[in-house]
């Protein structure tokens, strides 16, 4: 079964840092790109940052030099380091699979989330 | 970056036909996909690419797209269709490396 499972969300504080992991199975997160994407309370998704199969990786402008995004490939996880959190970072993660095809992209698979609240 | 515009909110009675719509730049260069949200769980592909269904939904999800303007049409609508409704796209305004998405349409089957 294609599978994505979050891990590692919770409390932190301001300033402070998080990694988030997500376990892939049924494929291989290396063959594809794979995304964040989160989403505040209440309110809509956001696209957070991308890793290429050939491992090139792009950010949102609101968490470019605070975010990193990796792989590892023998484990097929997707991670993501958050540093420099902010309250406004405060949303559910989740990681999904990206697809492209003629003029389309998708993401088709994702996972149930992870929530990540930042606060003192 | 571009945007991509929804309308907040839409509603349908039961059994009807109803048309979300979204609106971006980007739409000018690349096909809208479309996600359902239900409360507390994860968004689901539902529509991609010119029209196609990911294995699983009902063939009453279809899309279409016209200049700028993506839609997701939901024919004979069915109360599990209640949901919110977003789409997405590569972002056309940069390197087209990054994606955006809709604000989200809240539907409400009555």
């Known amino acids: 079964e294609v599978q994505l499972v979050e891990s590692g969300g919770g409390l932190v504080q301001p300033g402070g840092s998080l990694r988030l992991s997500c376990a892939a199975s049924g494929f291989t997160v290396s063959s594809n790109y794979m995304s964040w994407v989160r989403q505040a309370p209440g309110k809509g998704l956001e696209w957070v940052s991308v890793?290429?199969?050939?491992?090139?990786?792009y950010y949102a402008d609101s968490v470019k030099g605070r975010f990193t995004i990796s792989r590892h490939n023998s484990k097929n996880t997707l991670y993501l380091q958050m540093n420099s959190l902010r309250a406004e970072d405060t949303a559910v993660y989740y990681c999904?699979?990206?697809?492209?095809?003629?003029?389309?992209?998708?993401?088709?698979?994702w996972g149930q989330g992870t929530m990540v609240t930042v606060s003192s | 970056s571009s945007e991509l515009t929804q309308d907040p909110a839409v509603s349908v009675a039961l059994g009807q036909t109803v048309r979300i719509t979204c609106q971006g730049d980007s739409l000018r260069s690349y096909y809208a996909s479309w996600y359902q949200q239900k409360p507390g769980q994860a968004p689901v592909l539902v529509i991609y690419g010119k029209n196609n269904r990911p294995s699983g939904i009902p063939d009453r999800f279809s899309g279409s797209s016209s200049g700028n303007t993506a839609s997701l049409t939901i024919t004979g609508a069915q109360a599990e269709d209640e949901a919110d409704y977003y789409c997405n796209s590569r972002d056309s305004s940069g390197n087209h490396l990054n994606w955006v998405f809709g604000g989200g349409t809240k539907l409400t089957v009555l």
């Open positions: 890793i290429y199969s050939g491992g090139s990786t």
């Open positions: 999904a699979r990206g697809e492209d095809g003629y003029n389309y992209s998708a993401f088709d698979i």
